[in-house]
Each structure stands twice: as structure tokens, then as C-alpha cells.
């Protein structure tokens, strides 16, 4: 990749990941809720769901990925019932405040978050019209080589997993300030509202 190249698409990236859209509300919501505790393994959902975009753009399969809807419309659905699984969970947790030592996703846990963000972003439109419409204006992809795809795949990983870790962290930041057992349930209404939101948002795009 020139550096040209590298400097137009690093931000418009950038703008793309961290601008407003189901995965930004799901993870700020999930964070808000049950802190930082498997936010990685969905982190690395949306990394692999984003990759998978890219290589369906880069191989030439947009086409395919655009005109066969059934398989699309499937994986938004299988998305959106995540987004609801995970609103309902988070109703229905107990309202405790935040300590300063947070248990560790089990690998169970890790995976549904991981498997989740990853039904998320491959039915998630904002993320299908970049990869298909939009990279394709900053990047030809008939001048992609091997060594071309390997370094938009590392500026895929570095960049999505800086911003979304940071919308964690801030998240997390915020929810460490709750310290009354009301506000702690008035927060996990209000983040389960808004994944049920996000998924109905999803399912009805």
C-alpha cells in the first residue's frame, strides 16, 4: 500500500468505525451493564465480521454477498436475536455496583460475545456499504496484492480494536462512578432498551 493510500484510508476508516451504528450501541450499552468483562472477545467479533467483509470485497464476492438476500437476511436476524438475548440478560441482572476487580468472561461467555459480534457486523449494513461501496472508492481492489490485503487487514485490526476498546473504557469509567444500587438498575433498564432498540434497528434495515 503507498502512502497515499495508507493516509486516505486509515481515517476514513477510522470515521466509519467509531461514527454512530449498531456495534457502537451494543458495546457502549453492553459495557455500561456488565463492565468490561468480555468486551475483547466481542471486540474480536467485530474484527472477524469486518474481515470477513473485506475478503468478500477484495475476492470480488460483493456481488454475491448483495444479490443472495436470503443468506444476508438470516445472519442480520441471527444478529439482531443476540442483541435481544443479551438485552434480556442485562434486565435482568441484579443491580450491585462495580468493583474494582471484575471477573473474567469464561470461555462459554467469551465465545457467545465473540460469535454475537461477529452476527452482528456480517448482517449490519453500515458495514456491508463500506466495504463494498465505499473502500473500493479509496483502494481498487484489482490493484490488492497479498501483501496489500495483510497490511489493510493489520490497519483493520489495530484501528477497530483501538476505537472499540476505548468506547470500553470509557464506558467502564462511567459505570464505576455508579455507586447506588437504584442508579445501577436504572442504567441496565436503560442499556437494555437500547440493545433491544439496536436490534430491532438491525432487523428492520
Wanted: charged share 10%.
Amino acid at each position: 500500500m503507498t502512502l497515499s493510500a495508507f493516509l486516505l484510508f486509515v481515517p476514513v476508516y477510522a470515521l466509519a468505525v467509531a461514527s454512530p451504528g449498531p456495534a457502537v450501541a451494543a458495546i457502549v450499552a453492553r459495557t455500561l451493564a456488565m463492565g468490561s468483562r468480555g468486551a475483547l472477545a466481542f471486540t474480536m467479533g467485530l474484527v472477524a465480521g469486518d474481515l470477513t467483509w473485506f475478503a468478500a470485497a477484495t475476492l470480488g464476492l460483493g456481488l454475491l454477498a448483495q444479490t443472495y438476500q436470503p443468506l444476508f437476511t438470516a445472519v442480520k436476524y441471527a444478529g439482531a436475536l443476540y442483541l435481544i438475548y443479551v438485552a434480556i440478560s442485562i434486565w435482568r441482572m441484579p443491580a450491585k455496583p462495580m468493583t474494582d476487580a471484575e471477573p473474567a468472561a469464561t470461555g462459554n461467555s467469551g465465545f457467545r460475545a465473540f460469535l454475537g459480534a461477529f452476527l452482528l457486523t456480517l448482517g449490519n449494513p453500515k458495514t456491508m456499504v463500506f466495504f463494498l461501496s465505499i473502500m473500493p472508492l479509496v483502494v481498487s481492489p484489482e490493484q490488492i496484492t497479498l501483501v496489500t490485503a495483510l497490511e489493510i487487514a493489520a490497519i483493520i485490526f489495530v484501528v477497530l480494536t483501538a476505537i472499540f476498546m476505548g468506547y470500553v473504557i470509557l464506558a467502564a469509567r462511567a459505570r464505576r462512578l455508579l455507586r447506588s444500587t437504584e442508579a445501577i438498575r436504572r442504567i441496565n433498564r436503560t442499556t437494555a432498551g437500547i440493545m433491544a432498540g439496536t436490534a430491532m434497528v438491525v432487523a428492520a434495515r
